[in-house]
């Protein structure tokens, strides 16, 4: 039979080629109209060689850039993704999502990979190697020392997404990963995938991409797994049945393959005792759990599935909740009145309906019947509709279905507390969740609910009054901040800015000495040999200077009137500095001492060369420590070494300098990191 001219090929990308439809493709149906609208799937795919490119051709061109290369790159991709947006929302109405929805999928996909791109040029180095904290002084003398350094890991990512996200659950996997240095092979779930191709299409036709950067499969994943090795990292969010069956690949056991997992989760919000009805708390309350409900109808993964609220508040919570629901609108998402689309498929539809089932079992449903409904759409009947089901469990403690049952639709189920504690220990019945939310006014309470239940939670979402205008939502997943959750929420841990990156990269103990780990790390190391005979490093331009240059100038004595004249000058005139036998009777001090501020600016006086030249802008200084007094009478030098250099745009970078101040004993007074804006 010829095949239908509107159903789409959604193909796979593989080893450089976008390979079609064929053996054991799958159909994949609107969620709109119930229509086979593509097909996707190949068994013939060649892992092995999918894996071969993407080890033997992306890894090393991505690893040949250094971290800003990659966040630059990150940064065009973006934005050309953001000019072909309107592809991608066209494509995602049929997966029942509407033009909200969208937003929350493709822009905010978008801007995950923007925030990736910043935080890479701003707290990555320009370089290939990442240091991963401070050094380690092991020997006595310091001729000895380690530090961590994180190098990106030598095999592929492959990433297995799940239908709700077709483009953020993408994006925000592949960020921090191309910014560590790894290929990906992505996965996405079959139900969604043809929104997922048009955005890799996109991406790959940018030519931004190095070759072998990313491939994409479309249907199943063939026997991928039994292929992958210690390089490798399986990055996973879906359902915690598919985890599990996967986690379980002994050969990913065997090679200790990395495997992260995000799973469903029992999210729950609470209104705290303070923020009864009349509160701006409780509408709050109601606002935030009516959007978690009815945005992508209720298919997030952090959605609220368990709604807590004082006992004396459990009614007014279900009427105002009520009332709003009924109030949504749900029909086709193309139409600007519809609020909630359908769900993704009508398979989805039947698995929400069977776990309303289950939770029926043990809570009386309130709002919303499947059977009578109102839908704006000419395919009401055939679409994946549903109402918000809204469920009151009146014995939370002895109920197991309400905290062990997901049903990832718009359902949620509202259960009272009597105190605290015993809303602390119903929300952390859920055995682990991506985000927990606490509704209240009160620093207290927040305080008590964080102590009791931060362990379980990989979130704790606190709103009141003061943040309402700008909080993010319950909902959100910010690129800033950890996403994931320990237990059920599979014990992953995503974005969370840098810590993100990490997961694609090892991390390695380096020892050695001070010139081995500057010449491995890039940053000068105390210890490490110095460079004093160059002409004077304020004179030359960023690129002429090299890590270990150093300036050393003084001596400058220091005296009584230099104290007095800094203090009236400053109008610091703290006993210290001015009386010698109140200052004697301070533990820390012999007599009257200097003033730091006053070390720091004769310290300046030594090392600056004051003619216009490279030198910007001094713009700060950290890691400031004072570490012995000195006196009137005593002479400090200093000593300027370039520690680190990080290009900033096209025509400065920073220069980050290694500055210690010492007596006439040669004995630290001051160590500081100084920080400068040097041109090109
Ligand atoms: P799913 O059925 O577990 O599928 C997730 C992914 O795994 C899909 O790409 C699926 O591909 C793939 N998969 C299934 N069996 C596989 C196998 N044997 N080998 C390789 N891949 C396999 O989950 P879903 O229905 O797509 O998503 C809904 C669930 O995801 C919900 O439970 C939700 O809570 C959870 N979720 C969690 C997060 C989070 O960040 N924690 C985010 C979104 C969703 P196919 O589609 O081709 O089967």
Partial sequence: MPKDSSIRDIHSFAAGAWISPGQGARHIASAITGEVIATAGNDALDVQSMLSYASDTGGPALRSLTFHDRARMLKALALHLKEHRQALYDLSFDTGATQSDHMIDVDGGIGTMLVFASKG???????????????????????????????????????????????????????????????????????TCYVTEACVRIMLDSGLLPAGALQLVTGGLGDMLDHLDCQDVVSFTGSADTALKLRANPRLLSRSTRFMAEQDSLNASVLGPDAGPGTPEFDLFIKEAHREMTAKAGQKCTAIRRIMAPQAHVDAVIAALSDRLGKTRIGDPRLETTRMGALVSGAQKKDVLDKAGLL?????????????????S???????????????????????????????????????YRDLDHAIGLLNRGNGSLVASVITNDSDVARHMAMGAAAYHGRLYFNNRTSMAEATGHGAP??????????????????????GVMHYMQRTAIQGSPDILTAIGGTWVPGAREASDKPHPFTRPFNDLQIGDTLMAGPRKITLEDIETFAHFTGDTFYAHMDDAAAAANPFFPGRVAHGYLLLSFAAGMFVQPDPGPVLANTGLDSLRFMAPVQAGDSIHVRLTVKAKTPRNEDYGEVRWHVTLTNQEKAAVAEYELLTMNAF
Avoid at 383 to 411: I, K, N, Q, S, Y
Wanted: aromatic share 6%.
């Fill in 360 to 376: 029926a079992t043990e809570a009386e449903r309130v709002f919303g019947d499947p059977g009578h409904f109102a839908v704006d």
């Fill in 378 to 416: 000419a395919e009401a009947d055939k679409g994946a509709f549903l109402p918000p089901m809204l469920f009151h469990c009146a014995d939370p403690d002895t109920a197991e279905r309400v905290h062990d049952t997901e049903a990832f639709g718009p359902v949620s189920t509202v259960m009272g």
């Fill in 478 to 499: 910010l690129p800033h901040m950890v996403h994931g959750g320990p237990g059920r929420a599979g014990g992953g841990e995503e974005l969370g800015g840098i810590r």
């Fill in 121 to 191: 040029r701003r707290e990555m180095p320009d370089a290939q190697v990442y240091l991963d904290g401070p050094v380690e002084q092991l020997g006595r003398e310091g001729r000895f020392v380690g530090r961590h350094i994180a190098t990106p890991l030598l095999g592929v990512a492959v990433h297995i997404n799940a239908f709700n996200f077709p483009v953020w659950g993408m994006l925000e996997k592949l960020a921090p990963t191309l910014l560590a240095g790894v290929p990906a092979i992505v996965k996405p779930a079959t139900a």
